[in-house]
């Protein structure tokens, strides 16, 4: 069993581990005692980090994990009665068992239709504009993921759309980073830049996918917004007492610009396999590759043959699949997988 | 700056680091790729290893933090009408930031007299049968720290007499163990006994002030209690995508015994201190020292002396101070400790 | 204004008035004092009243309006991270502000397609096993409209189906009977055979709209999912002092049989419009007229001169047209509203 | 059975009925159609009549029952980690049965000393202090009940000094008014200065108490609080739909002075009754009268005999009786009450 275990595979890029950098800076965090709850030097060094990062003085918190900070950054814009518009294949809809909805006490997630996982400034206004009446939940936030759950990248000039949307129909933005260093490394621009700079109002940065144990960043951009946040996090169970294990890695990650270097590399791997699927008949690429997911259509037979080949990999309806790399990724095990999904995929097709 | 903070401080177990055994099992754990959300063979091997020590078939979850742990394990005992009877000391009441009360969308703690921190079967009663109507929530879950958060512990037949009180008002009986393995170090007697076999229902047993990073298990006995409990972690945000990392720790720590090794030296190091004051002047204890904890009686001219070579402490009014240890504290700090509050106090005294 | 206002409009059978089976009975209630919270002597005789008519011995609660009642109903059949199908026009996720997600703590609608605004027990499978993982909140009850917004009505057998498919996938029946009364009457079945004869768990049985001032009431067939559900009542703010007040109306209403008969003729109302109007060019009925809804397609051109001569009614987009009818519809009224609409349609449609 | 529930009783001023300036307004509001969820005239007029009353350009929102009323309006002030600081006699601490916790996702009601159940600027300001880390929920409000639940007024001094304690302490001041009337009444001031010109935020206006069937206004003197307050009634099932029956009532009251005059008149009653005691042996008040309670001390034995003479009344321990009146009370069943008291009295002082 070990062996299927360790060989990497591409269902989730949660599989991967920690990376030397966080390793390195948590190993030595771990010397000796420090000040709990936050108030130790690793956590104020993170945190720095992130305001040098993103070039503003942002309010940082940590959260364990992605469905937390989402939700409470998104119960933080709300009140019960107000709602989140959001895409259909937005992980706060499909994959957090209603954490959103938990948090909040209430709100609700209004879906708007998507581009290939894209909402649109019209797409948004059209739902914000749906009802307006005290019968339905007031819309009081938009929530983009960056890079999307479909592999795909918001441009700057889209997410400033969309903020713009946003700032004209009383509405904040929350941008769902959980693979947010997949965006930078995709679009070549600062975080700043993908950000604050674009009318994103709160940020989750993912550091989990980006090679972490544990541990996300919430940042406030508008320091007002994020009064009493420390009261959330801790009555909602996101506090560490030994903070500087979630704090630590970041350090890591920051100061040697792995979280960029993992994103880049994971993101490279994404092409590696779609450049080796090109020539390949009966599969075709669901989504442009953008950032590390490649969703490949191909016919269930393939796919059925490529499980019995022992890949791991999620399916759905009508013959997709779905291959996350992480920092991790080792291209001679992509180049495997290219192999065995063609030799899979001709006898199919054929 | 860093001398204070790596030097040993007793203000809080949280102070302290990783233990060895805990930090090999991670490092371990971090060797390739593995399952999420708990799907991995470390989490199975935690859960197997939480059965072969309480000697029971259990249903085994793991949270993030205590806060968190304590709060869903009695959201599920309760209904928001519900309530729930602790100590005025509980850290559910006084340190958790009305958590449980969030999890559960509104359960009301209602504290009960306490003797040096520790529930009785007559106290439990009194405030259970206190009111019988629906204009106040309906009691239907006690909660006990063991050990308490006064430094004490609750003998076997102290929890058998609660739990009979207990089943006799027809109420759920939860532990909060944030320091469970200090109170089986004290009291020399199985984990089974403690819990299950003097009917505890649920346990949540701390990993982080026994030496782990985060993360702390629930463990419910009666494997009906259990239903859906999985589904409540994931909405909670509770539930961590690379699992093994809260999960091989807990392997590392119970395989090797280090879990009670840990609370042994941390309970020696508090009779150590105690000890050591006996025959300060103006100096007693305000608790038996049971655990890890000693809660000192001074004068607050004594304390404030001692403050100001350097420790930190939690003081209460009146003049107490509270010190805490844990696995890796030094036996020679603690004697520095005893003799700077010796000096301190023989001024103060005189 | 006056006349405008108190002329009858048909937008909303909630225009209506209190009728005099239950003004006589709250008239008479309102002779001297009596004992607060439903200890009162109508109260009970209310709560009798339904066993009678439902030939059961079920548990009876009365709450304020419709949306407190569902929003409580399903939210005692819950948890937070469980869910419940609906259908897309269901009034508890079209018209209650998020309530159902507030009362349960966050419990997720989840929207099965309909035929009509009827939910089919295909429909009902198909979401109920599109997930069955954790990520993704648990399915734990079904809630159906009777009649349903749309203004159709559920059949005893297609009722029946729907529990059935309930039962196997280990899901409740919920009824929102804010028109259950109209049903009753559609159907010209018993109630006992509309609901728990054919697998409803819980109905809530709406008087607002059936001719009272305010109050539902809440049946549960099997008492013991009805544990604690007085506490609920409480704690939500749905538990009246003065229950004599909402409970004394629903004895004028059953023991008069006020109830049914008040339904028979907002039916007709309906049936007498859609009579009307069954020659007029350009003007269809949206779906068959069963209870006391008729819905038309009509040009908007239509629909605006129909406005502009004073009617007052809910349009849809695409041209659709609501009209309820009450208790208190004139017939003449229905024909003058007839004539309008055939004036309006016919320059439209040439 | 009929007997004893019409006979008079004093158990609760919720035992009366529906005054005739309330019953007219309801009777005439019955007379055709309305418009639904307050869009009606009726609705209009009444908010119109509490802005006059008070003198200012309040906010004005209508809920069903005290105990919604309450927990709507601290939860507007708060957010789950926030806390709100309240009088042990608080009938949202004792009889509301976790309503405020409910409403608001966990906010925690936090117990200030007393004076007869009336707070004190020193108590409340004791309570704010005492812990001002993140480990404990946070105050921001404060809730004070006019008259209290003691019988007990606040004047207009002590309101000014709360308020001016609140501002500095950065938290708002909510004001439990389900017998406002009785204090207005007792104190001879004008509504205005009992609230907003003493610094009051927010204002729950019972209605039930003073003569209706069912309602309370909501008022908010500061409108920007008020901020989307009409979707958290809406949610929380307080909106009723045919709001008519709510409003009219109290034009009724508020037009005829009816809502004074029925206070005065239960004021009146209240002293009657300790008037006639002052000099009964062993009967005693517990506090000053103010409004319309009673609280008398007397031997368990006595009133074991008072209750064996057929008068129902809530007991508290150490021998406490409670008496409260309405609009409706009857001068001479005062009467009746005290020589039962003074008869029951003598022999057991004897």
Known sequence: MADILTEQQFASDNYSGICPEAWAAMAEAN??????????????RAADGFRDLFETDCEVFFAFNGTAANSMALASLCRSYHSVICAESAHVETDE???PEFFSGGSKLLIAPTTNGLLTPE???AVAERRCDIHFP??????????TETGRVYSVAQVQALSETCRSLGLRLHMDGARFANACAALQRSPAELTWKSGVDVLCFGGTKNGMAVGEAILFFDRAMAEDFDYRCKQAGQLASKMRYLSAPWVGMLESGAWLGNA????????????ALTDV??????FPVEANAVFLAAAPAALDALARRGWRFYTFIGGGARF???????????????????ECAVPAAA
């Open 97 to 99: 068992c209603g954490a």
């Open 281 to 286: 008949p009966g599969v075709s690429l669901l």
């Open 264 to 275: 880049e590399h994971a993101n490279a791997c994404a092409r590696r396999l779609a450049a």
């Open 324 to 342: 996350m790399f992480a920092w991790d990724t080792l291209p001679e095990r992509v180049d495997a997988l290219a192999r065995d999904i063609r």
């Open 31 to 44: 010397a000796g005692h420090a000040p709990a709850y936050g108030a130790d030097a690793w956590t104020q």
């Open 123 to 125: 797409s948004v206004r």
């Open 138 to 147: 007031k819309p009081r936030a938009v929530t983009i993921t960056q890079s």
